[in-house]
C-alpha cells in the first residue's frame, strides 16, 4: 500500500502565507515526479507545481514567482510554498507523486486526499 498524506492547508488573508506538506509512505521503491494540483469548486482539477526527483520545477502561470515547490527526496516529501495568496487560489489542493513499487515495476500515479485552502479578500 502507498499512501500521500497532506497537511498544511487552512484559511488565510488575502496576501498571507501557507505551507503545504504532503508526505508518501508505504512500499516505495523510487519516486520520479511529485507535484500538486487544485480544484476549486465548478472546475476542473489542474497542475500547480510539479518537481522531478532531479529537482527541476515547472509552476502554471498563474502562481509563478508567489509559489515555490520542493522537495525531500530522503523524506519522500514534498513543499508547497505559497506566498501572496488571492481570493482566486481558494480550492481544494491534491498532492501526486508517479512512483514505482518495485525496482521492475510500472510507474503509477498516486493521490493524496485533498487539503482545503481558503484565501479570504
Known amino acids: 500500500q502507498v499512501q500521500l498524506v497532506e497537511s498544511g492547508g487552512g484559511l488565510v488573508q488575502a496576501g498571507g502565507s501557507l505551507r503545504l506538506s504532503c508526505a508518501a509512505s508505504?512500499?516505495?521503491?523510487?519516486?520520479?515526479?511529485m507535484g500538486w494540483y487544485r480544484q476549486a469548486p465548478g472546475k476542473q482539477r489542474g497542475l500547480v507545481a510539479v518537481i522531478t526527483s532531479g529537482g527541476s520545477t515547472h509552476y502554471a502561470d498563474s502562481v509563478k514567482g508567489r509559489f515555490t515547490i520542493s522537495r525531500d527526496n530522503a523524506k519522500n516529501t514534498v513543499y508547497l510554498q505559497m506566498n501572496s495568496l488571492k481570493p482566486e487560489d481558494t480550492a481544494v489542493y491534491y498532492c501526486?507523486?508517479?512512483?514505482?513499487?518495485?525496482?521492475?515495476?510500472?510507474?503509477?500515479?498516486?493521490w493524496g486526499q485533498g487539503t482545503q485552502v481558503t484565501v479570504s479578500s
Open positions: 508505504g512500499s516505495i521503491f523510487s519516486i520520479n515526479a
Open positions: 501526486n507523486a508517479i512512483l514505482r513499487r518495485e525496482a521492475s515495476g510500472s510507474w503509477y500515479d498516486y
